[in-house]
């Protein structure tokens, strides 16, 4: 069974917990993680690209030219589309790009981008986040007191009070804050560490467990 150990905002170690395997010590499913990451970017796209057609072109009202007897091609409107100025053939309209992953695949993959983590030592547990009120530079001093790096992601229970700490961190780049419900693949994966509260490591075993 995995154990961390559990340090406070000063970076001292406080006690040990262990960790629940089924969530923090399964083998990595790599194809999942694969298929989560493309999920999720996909429906990320905005999907607002538009063109316009030949019936949204303006002009072309009238035929060209009789139909017969110029020696010309005949055409219906200026606005066809080898006409400069017509419309797109088959452009692209706006559209949804996001789609959906089985349940099983979803929890399968936060499980094993979690294990990763921990496999990896880039996760850390801190028992609480708790500031007086909202300074950047007091949220600094944590940083580098338990030793997070560029690109760490930190995971608090949603009923503890981390507004000051919320509020203290958003201002330093490459940091961000989860609740443990709002945990993704794209975000775990995407940070070089993952710092839970003890509190979010509960949280997340009661939901994946």
């Not at 993680?33 to 905005?46: C, Y």
Request: glycine share 8%; net charge positive; hydrophobic share 40%.
């Amino acid at each position: 069974m995995p154990n961390m150990v559990v340090i406070n905002q000063e970076g001292k170690e406080l006690h040990e917990i262990t960790l629940n395997p089924t969530v923090f010590g399964i083998e990595p499913n790599q194809q999942v993680i694969f298929d989560a990451i493309v999920m999720q970017r996909a429906s990320m796209r905005q999907g607002t690209h538009d063109t316009k057609g030949r019936s949204e072109v303006s002009g072309g009202g009238r035929k060209p030219w009789r139909q017969k007897g110029t020696g010309r091609a005949r055409q219906g409107s200026i606005r066809a589309t080898q006409w400069r100025g017509g419309g797109t053939v088959f452009g692209p309209t706006p559209r949804k790009y996001g789609y959906k992953l089985n349940k099983k695949v979803r929890r399968l993959a936060l499980k094993s981008v979690l294990s990763e983590k921990v496999a990896e030592n880039n996760m850390i547990v801190v028992d609480q986040f708790k500031l007086d009120a909202p300074k950047t530079k007091e949220f600094t001093k944590i940083i580098s007191a338990i030793n997070a790096c560029n690109k760490t992601l930190f995971v608090v229970a949603p009923d503890e009070d981390f507004t000051n700490a919320f509020l203290s961190m958003r201002n330093i780049p490459t940091m961000m804050m989860l609740t443990a419900d709002g945990i993704n693949v794209y975000d775990i994966v995407n940070a070089n560490k993952i710092v839970f509260s003890e509190a979010a490591v509960k949280c997340v075993e009661e939901a994946l467990g």
